[in-house]
Nanobody
């Protein structure tokens, strides 16, 4: 079994920054993909960014140049540095881990961008 625990959400003004963290524990294999998804009220959950255990990354177009995903394999932790935040980034952000054809989710952390 795998557990994911997110932290770092909160309220920030437009143009501000936040850093999300997600620590994975349990039966983690070396080859996996970790990522961040978000879900705004009334909208479907969408991929924000993902990173492989080898360091390959992918981003949603709307966050390119503003968000950076990274990971520490020794700590089984993934990070999302979010800069130049916009009100439309407001959502619940979920951490995700995919390995051995299974997908695991964190409980989510709220990010609110508002003045």
């Amino acid at each position: 079994q795998v557990q994911l625990v997110e932290s770092g959400g909160g309220l920030v003004q437009p143009g501000g920054s936040l850093r999300l963290s997600c620590a994975a524990s349990g039966s983690i294999v070396r080859l996996n993909v970790m990522g961040w998804y978000r879900q705004a009220p009334g909208k479907q959950r969408e991929l924000v960014a993902a990173i492989t255990s080898g360091g390959g990354t992918t981003y949603q177009d709307s966050v390119k140049g503003r968000f950076t995903i990274s990971r520490d394999n020794a700590k089984n932790t993934v990070y999302l540095q979010m800069n130049s935040l916009k009100p439309e980034d407001t959502a619940v952000y979920y951490c995700n881990l995919e390995q051995l054809r299974r997908i695991y989710w964190g409980q989510g952390t709220q990010v609110t961008v508002s003045s």
